[in-house]
């Protein structure tokens, strides 16, 4: 204790002062796109070349979900400090799996780890049969379903709840957070902003932001894992889940440097512009609102603005490479004399 | 002065009616004064949010200088441990934030003291230098006088070749009541308000006159810190990009986004421009390769030393968006129009609320509630609506 009492008063303008327990939160954001997980029970068993129904049941989502469970608990079980989040997407919604929001199932304080599994399996496993079932029903009146999912929403919400956390944290307890995506569906471009926004504030929040996907490789959840400096894993075999969860995403941030550890992905940052949404290494930027142009315009079309005068310094460097005065004069002047030695060799060519 | 401060609207605080404060607090049912109190603290943190004023033009490419009093008054006691050490405490926090909401910003600092201006860091993108620079003047003693022509001065010959697109801008943190010049500073002024420098001034001790002048003629604000969190609101408001001057042209910047190269590019020889002033350059680490010239940098966002190219990823461009399209502030419900029948849980942090004490809050766009905190979250922090993110229909 003596020991704590001085620390504090040894370092007190450093964030981690009188830090004496810490606790960890995982929120695992878990991708329910529902044409993606059937279409992954009819191909996967195909692939592998199995037919029969039992074959293709280790591509269904609730033999994932199984394999997910055993990741979760093992999480839980390494530290008695560490608590689990469960967050679903499904198409643009987004739920809180766990801890429940429905009043029936109300958390029952039970101390024994095993009755904390229970809970937190069984708590998923019917928030999800909950919304499939809805979302079923619905699917039926139109039968549009689409392979994107937005878990921007989902990733906010997890942001807030890991804020709440550490604001109501006692004194001295210090709470990191850490976020897995695991995505199954393609990516939806139409947030970026909300997902830059989410992005920085993990990043500021200090919470690494790992992603396991299973579907096609996702730009997005890349620059996330490579902004906050988490890990991206893509798993071609969703039947085999777990060892991946168990051996890449178990350990926190602070443990991981000890082990080896996936290599990080290289990341496309180049822009795409306004105009034509094209990948641009060299653009033109609005000095007003940032937005980008593949070609120089009069006017911006976002705020609006119109430009004084096109790239002046560009035009600078054009000039000959002396002093800086001549250099700017000389494009004014040169000019101007062409143009009187034209009048001139027009007169000549007329007397 | 005095037709300057005759002008004014506002007169200085002490001329006004006596502000009975006390009588705002009331007591509740149970005597007790905690709920009203903190009706007025959720009071001031929400104003902060409704004042911003959103669609104005900002001056998003920001050059910022911070000129520091390091004179005597410094060592005054009235904040604590003193003046000095709290402002650059302060201070450290402001240049992080700075650069978190203004990646393509640069920053310089000046400090003056015994009648002299100095230069601590030149205009530049670069946060751990800054950082590490305002940490060294922990050391150091303020002496003397401090003179705000000259610190004026030495900004200004910088900012007055910033191109006229971006915004240029001054805060002086200001602890003296006096100012040692060598010539008129009215000249300084007019000069900085024809070269469109916006000049903002925090003062620490009490209102002098000629700040309120200067801060006046160049649109700037003008700030007395009553204590210590009055100071790092007073500070932290300039985090914000300020709204653009009336003579601003618009142009558009030419810009590259340099992709980094993987490692197996780098068995080729290459070391890093930022690194080669130091004693051990930096070889075959991975880096940002200009698109125009091929020069490697080790982080971005920077301006190319060969071919003057501005640097930057989209990531930090797209994290200025959120000045100019910030979230809308949210309703505010009251305990009566909530009925009993919806959920009573904020819907970002689940927090259970009990409607006649937290209040909620509601999203105009997408109609959710949140708790209060999840509110100042929202809009201080995380600048997206949680439930509109997930919202096809308004997308971002």
């Not at chain 1, 007190?12 to 991708?31: C, H, R, W, Y």
């Not at chain 1, 429940?100 to 998923?124: H, L, Q």
């Not at chain 2, 006046?216 to 932290?236: A, F, P, W």
Request: charged share 20%; with cysteine.
């Amino acid at each position: 204790m003596a020991m704590t009492g001085l620390t504090t008063l040894g370092s007190s303008d450093t964030g981690a002062a009188g830090v004496e327990s810490i606790s960890n939160i995982l929120v695992v954001i878990l991708d329910l796109n529902i044409s993606w997980w059937s279409d992954q029970m009819e191909s996967g068993a195909i692939r592998n070349g199995v037919s029969s129904s039992h074959a293709s049941q280790q591509y269904s989502l609730a033999f994932s979900l199984d394999q997910i469970f055993i990741f979760l608990n093992s999480y839980l079980l390494i530290q008695p400090n560490n608590k689990v989040v469960v967050l679903g997407c499904l198409e643009s919604q987004s739920y809180f799996l766990y801890p429940p929001t429905g009043d029936a199932s109300g958390p029952a304080i039970n101390d024994s780890r095993p009755e904390a599994f229970r809970m937190v399996n069984e708590a998923v496993l019917n928030s999800v049969r909950n919304i499939l079932t809805r979302e079923l029903s619905k699917e039926t009146q139109n039968s549009e379903s689409s392979h994107e999912t937005v878990f921007i929403g989902a990733l906010s919400r997890s942001l807030c709840y890991i804020h709440r956390l550490q604001r109501e944290a006692p004194k001295g307890q210090l709470v990191n957070g850490r976020v897995l995506v695991i995505e199954t569906g393609l990516d939806s471009s139409s947030h970026y902003m909300h997902f830059i926004n989410t992005i920085f504030t993990a990043q500021k929040m200090n919470i690494k932001m790992d992603a396991c996907v299973l579907g096609e490789d996702s730009v997005l959840l890349q620059q996330a894992v490579d902004l906050t400096g988490g890990l991206y894993v893509k798993v071609d075999n969703a039947a085999g889940i777990a060892q991946v969860l168990n051996t890449v995403f178990l350990l926190d941030a602070d443990e991981r440097s000890k082990f080896v550890v996936p290599e990080r992905v290289q990341v496309d940052y180049r822009a795409a512009c306004f105009c034509h949404q094209k990948l641009v290494e060299v653009g033109f930027v609005c000095s007003v609102c940032l937005s980008v142009f593949c070609v120089p315009g009069p006017m911006c079309t976002t705020c609006n603005s119109v430009f004084k005068y096109m790239l002046p310094q560009k035009q600078k460097r054009k000039g000959p490479l002396t002093n800086g005065k001549t250099a700017e004069v000389s494009p004014s002047s040169q000019p101007a004399k062409r143009k009187t030695g034209e009048t001139q060799r027009e007169r000549n060519g007329n007397s | 002065m005095a037709a300057v401060d005759e002008s004014d609207q506002q007169g200085y605080r002490w001329e006004t009616e006596y502000e009975r404060t006390w009588e705002v607090l009331q007591e509740d049912s149970a005597g007790s004064l905690t709920s009203s109190v903190q009706d007025v603290v959720q009071g001031i943190k929400r104003r902060r949010l409704l004042e911003k004023k959103p669609n104005l033009r900002l001056g998003m490419m920001r050059h910022l200088f911070i000129i520091l009093d390091l004179s005597e008054t410094m060592r005054d006691q009235d904040l604590k441990p003193n003046r000095l050490y709290c402002v650059l405490k302060l201070l450290e926090k402001f240049i992080a934030e700075f650069f978190d909401q203004n990646p393509i910003g640069q920053l310089g600092i000046i400090t003056t003291r015994n009648k002299r201006a100095d230069r601590l860091t030149e205009l530049a993108g670069n946060q751990k230098k800054h950082i590490e620079a305002v940490q060294s003047l922990k050391t150091t003693t303020p002496l003397g006088e401090p003179s705000l022509q000259n610190s004026l001065d030495v900004a200004a010959q910088t900012l007055r070749h910033i191109p006229s697109h971006a915004s240029r801008e001054i805060v002086v943190i200001f602890g003296s009541l006096t100012s040692c010049d060598p010539g008129n500073i009215y000249d300084t002024t007019n000069m900085l308000r024809e070269n469109n420098v916006r000049c903002s001034v925090v003062g620490l001790s009490a209102e002098v006159s000629i700040c309120k002048t200067l801060a006046k003629e160049t649109s700037g604000e003008y700030g007395i810190s009553l204590d210590e969190s009055h100071l790092r609101d007073l500070l932290m408001a300039h985090v914000a990009p300020p709204p653009i001057g009336p003579n601003s042209e618009y142009f558009l910047i030419r810009m590259g986004f340099p992709q980094q190269k993987a490692h197996e590019r780098l068995d080729e020889f290459s070391f890093c421009l930022c690194h080669l002033d130091q004693p051990e350059p930096r070889y075959g680490q991975p880096g940002y390769f200009c698109p125009v010239c091929l020069s490697k940098y080790c982080e971005l966002p920077v301006e190319c030393k060969v071919c003057g190219l501005t640097l930057v990823s989209a990531p930090h461009l797209a994290r200025s968006y959120h000045h100019l399209f910030p979230v809308e502030p949210f309703e505010e419900i009251t305990p009566e129009d909530v009925s009993s029948s919806q959920n009573q849980r904020c819907f970002s942090c689940l927090v259970e609320t009990h409607s006649d004490k937290v209040a909620l809050f509601k999203c105009k766009a997408c109609q959710q509630q949140f708790c209060i905190d999840c509110d100042l979250f929202i809009h201080e922090v995380l600048h997206s609506c949680p439930g509109c993110a997930g919202n096809p229909a308004k997308s971002g």
